[in-house]
T-cell receptor
Framework: GAVVSQHPSRVICKSGTSVKIECRSLDFQATTMFWYRQFPKQSLMLMATSNEGSKATYEQGVEKDKFLINHASLTLSTLTVTSAHPEDSSFYIC???????????FGPGTRLTVT | SQQGEEDPQALSIQEGENATMNCSYKTSINNLQWYRQNSGRGLVHLILIRSNEREKHSGRLRVTLDTSKKSSSLLITASRAADTASYFCAPNQGGKLIFGQGTELSVKP
C-alpha cells in the first residue's frame, strides 16, 4: 500500500512553545489530508481536513488558531501546535488517500509530550 | 460526534478461534472501513465495503454491511497471536472517517 510518513515520531516540548509536525504522502499526490488526535486507550478524533492550496476545515471544538494547518504542496501537510500546554499531550496521526472516499493510508503517528 | 460504535470493547480468544466484532453507526454513509492498530502505532487499512455491498472477503477477513440496520461486522477466522491489536470501524460520511472506540482483541497462543 501507499506510504505516508510523519516527522517527528516523538517530541517533548516545554509548555508555551510551538511544535510542528509534518505529514508526507510519498506515493501519490494528496489534495486532501486528515489530522487526528488520539488519547491513550481511546479512539481517533478527527481534528481537521487539510486542503492543498486552501484553508483547512476544522471540526467542531477544535481551535484553528491553536492547531495551525498548512498544506502548501500536494505531498506535504503540516500541523503546528501553538503555545502548547500539557493537555495538548497526545498522539497525533495524519492520513491521506487517492480520494476522500477511498481507503486512507495513515502515518505512523507523532507522540507529543508537553512538560 | 462518534459515528462508529464497536462491540465488544474487548475480546480475548485462543489461537485458532474466530473473532467477531460488530459496529453500529448513526447516519447514512458512503462506505465503511475497518482498520487495525497495534499499540502506539499508526493504523493499517484492512477492508473497505461500499454502501451498495453486503459482504466482502479478504484473506481471513470477512466483512458484512447492513445499511438498513446501520451495522457492520468484521470476522477474523482462524485467529493468530499476531492478530492481537485494536480494531476500528470507520464509517465514511461525506468523505470523512469517523472512528468508533474500537475493539481490543487479544489472541492467546
Amino acid at each position: 500500500g501507499a506510504v505516508v510518513s510523519q516527522h517527528p515520531s516523538r517530541v517533548i516540548c516545554k509548555s508555551g512553545t510551538s511544535v510542528k509536525i509534518e505529514c508526507r504522502s510519498l506515493d501519490f499526490q494528496a489534495t486532501t489530508m486528515f489530522w487526528y488526535r488520539q488519547f491513550p486507550k481511546q479512539s481517533l478524533m478527527l481534528m481537521a481536513t487539510s486542503n492543498e492550496g486552501s484553508k483547512a476545515t476544522y471540526e467542531q471544538g477544535v481551535e484553528k488558531d491553536k492547531f495551525l494547518i498548512n498544506h502548501a504542496s500536494l505531498t506535504l501537510s503540516t500541523l503546528t501546535v501553538t503555545s502548547a500546554h500539557p493537555e495538548d499531550s497526545s498522539f497525533y496521526i495524519c492520513s491521506s488517500g487517492q480520494g476522500v472516499f477511498d481507503e486512507q493510508y495513515f502515518g505512523p503517528g507523532t507522540r507529543l509530550t508537553v512538560t | 460526534s462518534q459515528q462508529g460504535e464497536e462491540d465488544p470493547q474487548a475480546l480475548s480468544i485462543q489461537e485458532g478461534e474466530n473473532a467477531t466484532m460488530n459496529c453500529s453507526y448513526k447516519t447514512s454513509i458512503n462506505n465503511l472501513q475497518w482498520y487495525r492498530q497495534n499499540s502506539g502505532r499508526g493504523l493499517v487499512h484492512l477492508i473497505l465495503i461500499r454502501s451498495n455491498e453486503r459482504e466482502k472477503h479478504s484473506g481471513r477477513l470477512r466483512v458484512t454491511l447492513d445499511t438498513s440496520k446501520k451495522s457492520s461486522s468484521l470476522l477474523i477466522t482462524a485467529s493468530r497471536a499476531a492478530d492481537t491489536a485494536s480494531y476500528f470501524c470507520a464509517p465514511n460520511q461525506g468523505g470523512k472517517l469517523i472512528f468508533g472506540q474500537g475493539t481490543e482483541l487479544s489472541v492467546k497462543p
